[in-house]
Each structure stands twice: as structure tokens, then as C-alpha cells.
């Protein structure tokens, strides 16, 4: 079954560092999103993507929150400057039919 | 999107349903009652979703009342890797963005 692949599964990195998260959609979808879940709370919308532009983004995707497509299968995002409260998994989604979300296994980011 | 309620947590014996409950009450006839559950902080799976029909996949079934106002996820034999929190979403369509609650914690026991 197709799967949505994320790396790094685990990234520790020192405030005001920038990160970059990946992910690989399915190949034949068409919108993505990255969603973020700090530990012990619920799962938050970051941002949805179509079209090679943002279709959407919540208040947590502030000036320090990027996305990008660099090719036809890679799906990044990066943090500026990371604070402490960046702590948290990072889920990548894609999805291409009316079939529901496909998420990938997550990065969890650490910062220190 | 409307805002569902669901159960804190439930408990069900392997081999037995799991009947997971929610409330949409305000839905709108537009609107999709989407499932998704989350095993131990992996990512969300999709399960199932519906808008009037009750809907039967490899995974579980979805009952929605008439009046749309509430649904049941069954998942007809529970197993023990079944256990993981459930969410009921509704949204305007599958592309929808996804609101998660805090989603009902099914606990499956030997």
C-alpha cells in the first residue's frame, strides 16, 4: 500500500536553529499538509498545499513556518529559527482522492 | 465544520465489537462525518467516512441516524491493535483541513 515517508524520524536541534522536515507524498496526490502534535495534546492543522502554493494555514504558521516543492516529490518544511515550544511531532499528509488523508510515520523535533 | 463530541474512553474485550459513539448535532447536510484513529502517536490512518448512507469497509462499518445528528464507528471484532485514540471529524469534503478533538481512547483487553 502506498505510504507517505517522512525524515528524519527524530531531529534534536538548538534554539534559533533552522530545520527542514521532509516528506514524500503518495506520488499521485495532489494536496498536502503538515500537521503538528505536541506531546500529550491534539493534533493541529499547520498548513494545506495545492497547486505549488498554500491553500490554507492555520495562526501557528507564522513568518518563521515555510513550505516548499522543490521537485515532483519532495514536500518540505522548514522552521527559521526554532524555539523551545516547536517541540513536537510533525506529520506530513497527503491525499488525492475523496478517501481520506494518508499521514506519514511523523518527525518528532526536540529542541533544546 | 461542526463540532463533535465524543466519549473520553471506552473499554471492549478482544474478539468482541467496539461500538465508538459521537455527536454531530449541528452538522450541516453538506457535511462529512469522517473517522481517523491514532495508535500511540503514529500518524492518523483514515478509516472511514460517510454522509447519509451507513458505509461497510475492510476496516469497519459507519451507522449515521436519519437525522444526522449522530453516528457509530463499529469495528465488528476488536483486536488488540485496536487500541488507539478515534477521532470524528466532520468536514466539507475530504480535502477538507482536519479539526482533531481529543477523539475517544478505545481500550481493547484480552
Known amino acids: 500500500e502506498p505510504e507517505v515517508t517522512q525524515t528524519p524520524s527524530h531531529q534534536v536541534t538548538q534554539m534559533g536553529q533552522e530545520v527542514i522536515l521532509r516528506c514524500v507524498p503518495i506520488?499521485?496526490?495532489?494536496?498536502f499538509y503538515w500537521y503538528r502534535q505536541i506531546l500529550g495534546q491534539k493534533v493541529e492543522f499547520l498548513v494545506s498545499f495545492y497547486n505549488n502554493e498554500i491553500s490554507e494555514k492555520s495562526e501557528i504558521f507564522d513568518d518563521q513556518f515555510s513550505v516548499e516543492r522543490p521537485d515532483g516529490s519532495n514536500f518540505t518544511l522548514k522552521i527559521r529559527s526554532t524555539k523551545l515550544e516547536d517541540s513536537a511531532m510533525y506529520f506530513c499528509?497527503?491525499?488525492?482522492?475523496?478517501?481520506?488523508?494518508?499521514f506519514g510515520s511523523g518527525t518528532r523535533l526536540t529542541v533544546v | 465544520d461542526a463540532k463533535t463530541t465524543q466519549p473520553p474512553s471506552m473499554d471492549c474485550a478482544e474478539g468482541r465489537a467496539a461500538n465508538l459513539p459521537c455527536n454531530h448535532s449541528t452538522i450541516s447536510g453538506n457535511e462529512y462525518v469522517y473517522w481517523y484513529r491514532q495508535i500511540h502517536s503514529q500518524g492518523p490512518q483514515y478509516i472511514i467516512h460517510g454522509l447519509k448512507n451507513n458505509e461497510t469497509n475492510e476496516m469497519a462499518s459507519l451507522i449515521i441516524t436519519e437525522d444526522r445528528k449522530s453516528s457509530t464507528l463499529i469495528l465488528p471484532h476488536a483486536t488488540l491493535r485496536d487500541t488507539a485514540v478515534y477521532y470524528c471529524i466532520a468536514v466539507n469534503s475530504g480535502y477538507s483541513t482536519l479539526t482533531f478533538g481529543k477523539g475517544t481512547m478505545l481500550l481493547v483487553s484480552p
Open positions: 499528509a497527503s491525499m488525492g482522492t475523496l478517501y481520506g488523508y494518508t
Open positions: 506520488s499521485n496526490h495532489l494536496y
